[in-house]
């Protein structure tokens, strides 16, 4: 079954700690993308990849860092030096292809205690 | 500075009337839009998407309109059904660039 897999569901880490949000795709899609959604805002770029071993910063990169060390994942890491870091993380993937969607994942909602 | 805007949070129709939800863009790059649904807790999902090269665009009951010349789009609902509530986003990006950029949402509220 193709898709994209978000883990885990929700995930709950003290203050100070770095904690990585795994996403997986078997879409064999070539960009992948991580947004975060907070109340009122909206989805907001974080980090996006459209190759392996390349990304590029989004509109909130500041305290987040990812890797692409193969197609088919993408994952975040959450750093201690981002300071609202409870949110809904999103991560989706997308062929590199004009006029198609991104597809998402069911997301990851992190809570900082 | 925010590129695509919905203005309006929230929006509560009837059942079996029409829903019209609207976008607004300042980026004159964008050529492709696109409309997400998105239920609490879960990932969005595709609904509907138009190209610049396009005015109009449907499927089934749901229906995009873009006007270039007013960097605006709606997206019309007809019939709205109870199974329609949910935050709608708008989308939209541009030429090779693969990067979206999303609106705030719309909360739709469809009445029985």
């Known amino acids: 079954d193709g898709g994209i897999t978000q883990s885990p569901k929700y995930l709950f880490r003290k203050e100070g700690q770095n904690v990585t949000l795994s996403c997986e795709q078997n879409?064999?899609?070539?960009?992948m993308y991580w947004y975060r959604q907070d109340p009122g805002q909206g989805l907001r770029l974080i980090y996006y990849?459209?190759?392996?071993?390349?990304?590029q910063k989004g509109d909130i990169a500041e305290g987040y860092s990812v890797s692409r060390e193969k197609k088919e994942s993408f994952p975040l890491t959450v750093t201690s030096a981002q300071k609202n870091p409870t949110a809904f993380y999103l991560c989706?993937?997308?062929?590199?292809?004009?006029?198609?969607?991104?597809?998402f994942g069911q997301g990851t909602r992190l809570t900082v205690v | 500075d925010q590129q695509v805007k919905q203005n309006s949070p929230s929006l509560s129709v009837q059942e079996g009337r029409i829903s019209i939800l609207n976008c607004d863009y300042t980026?004159?790059?964008?050529?492709?839009f696109l409309w997400y649904k998105k239920y609490p807790a879960e990932g969005p999902t595709f609904l509907i998407s138009?190209?610049?090269?396009?005015d109009k665009n449907e499927d089934g009951r749901f229906t995009v309109f873009l006007n270039k010349s007013a960097k605006h789009l709606s997206l019309h609902i007809v019939p709205s059904q109870p199974g329609d509530s949910a935050v709608y986003f708008c989308?939209?990006?541009?030429?090779?660039?693969?990067?979206?950029?999303f609106g705030k949402g719309t909360l739709l509220t469809v009445n029985p």
């Open positions: 980026n004159s790059m964008f050529d492709y």
């Open positions: 989706a993937s997308s062929p590199q292809r004009l006029g198609t969607e991104a597809f």
């Open positions: 138009i190209s610049s090269i396009k």
């Open positions: 989308a939209a990006n541009a030429g090779s660039n693969y990067k979206l950029t």
């Open positions: 990849s459209q190759i392996v071993n390349d990304f």
């Open positions: 879409l064999n899609h070539d960009a």
